[in-house]
């Protein structure tokens, strides 16, 4: 039977993979008003964070192509979207990176001999941690949802139109249920930065969140890598790997 990490796991995977599936509904009141609304050549585009949304380039010139593989998109799935559906693929690829990489520190630090919570009582490989806490700390899991949700809502207020706009048409038919990010918001950019390590220039700006793109996506294979040599093997990620040496 599957324990509660796995479960958990799993359905995160689905919820990830749903934020990248587009909404294919459409009804007639839409598409006869999507020829009143402007297209993306037609827009004027505020530049956010020394970024300016265009059109003409790949991902609307948002960063994050570098050597070797540079504008990587071999099924074309950004050629006919919208700047406001790229910009939504960001944010999501952008918000899943940032779990990833914390789960990635996670799964070793978890299973590494410094353990600074739980009195070191949650043992064994990461799959099965959250079960254990269960049992060991329940309070912990109301917490943890409630941290949660705050960082979404957060999100959700600072970077999402609000509640009324969702009656609106949105301008595009993929978008989520008409929910769109606002224009002026930069996908990611959710205004957390306790130590201000935020770049002041656009340069800079643009070099650390393609570091960060890059690192989430090295991330998000790293982590379903570990949580399925785990399932298969049920032993901890580091000692997997000093039986292959």
């Not at 690829?93 to 009195?119: D, I, K, N, Q």
């Not at 207020?157 to 301008?171: P, Q, R």
Request: hydrophobic content about 45%; charged content about 20%.
């Amino acid at each position: 039977m599957m324990n509660f990490a796995t479960s958990l796991a799993i359905a995160s995977m689905l919820a990830s993979a749903s934020a990248f599936t587009p909404s294919t509904t459409s009804n007639g009141a839409t598409a006869l008003r999507m020829a009143d609304m402007p297209m993306d050549s037609e827009k004027e585009w505020p530049t956010v964070n020394g970024w300016k949304a265009d059109p003409t380039k790949f991902c609307a010139g948002l960063p994050g192509s570098v050597a070797p593989l540079g504008e990587f998109d071999p099924w074309e799935l950004t050629s006919d979207m919208s700047i406001k559906e790229i910009k939504r693929y960001r944010e999501s690829e952008v918000t899943h990176g940032r779990v990833a990489m914390l789960a990635t520190v996670g799964y070793l630090v978890g299973e590494s001999s410094f353990h600074p919570l739980f009195g070191g009582e949650v043992i064994g490989p990461a799959n099965s941690h959250l079960a254990q806490v269960q049992e060991i700390a329940p309070a912990f899991f109301t917490i943890l949802v409630n941290m949660i949700a705050f960082a979404e809502i957060k999100r959700a207020l600072t970077g999402w139109k609000s509640a009324e706009s969702l009656a609106e048409v949105s301008d595009d038919l993929n978008s989520a249920f008409g929910a769109s990010l606002l224009d002026s918001y930069y996908p990611g950019d959710v205004g957390f930065d306790p130590l201000e390590l935020k770049p002041k220039t656009e340069e800079g700006f643009k070099t650390m969140a393609t570091k960060e793109i890059q690192n989430g996506r090295l991330a998000m294979f790293g982590a379903i890598g570990m949580l399925v040599q785990e399932q298969i093997t049920h032993e901890p990620i580091v000692q997997t790997l000093k039986s292959l040496f």
